[in-house]
């Protein structure tokens, strides 16, 4: 999962791509519990393509986004929110995994 280095990259991404992001960050117990499934999931949903979006180097696009809990998903398809998973609860991969199926239905 490719790591989005500024505020622009963001913008670029979520303008050109249908991409989920992941806010996340290192210190995050909650975040580091659904990482042994992420790559799996990033294969079982190739309609997307998956970024890591740390919390802390890029709090401005927190804000902006209204992310106030980690971890945490946006899906864009053509600079276009389609969905949003954004609390700061645990997050199973159950729920991971319908919510992307959930959002690829979505897309046009």
Not at 9 to 22: N, Y
Not at 55 to 68: P, T
Not at 76 to 105: C, P
Request: with cysteine.
């Amino acid at each position: 999962m490719e790591h989005v280095q500024s505020v622009e990259q963001f913008e670029e991404i979520k303008q050109t791509e249908t991409a989920v992001f992941l806010f996340s960050a290192d210190w995050c117990p909650d975040c580091r519990v659904i990482e042994p499934f992420l790559p799996r999931l990033e294969v079982d949903f190739p309609t997307f393509t998956f970024y890591y979006v740390d919390r802390d180097k890029l709090m401005d696009v927190c804000v902006e986004n209204d992310i106030f809990g980690i971890p945490s998903f946006l899906v864009y398809s053509g600079g276009k929110e389609i969905d949003r998973f954004v609390s700061k609860e645990r997050k199973s991969e159950e729920e991971i995994e319908s919510f992307l199926t959930r959002a690829e239905a979505k897309i046009d």
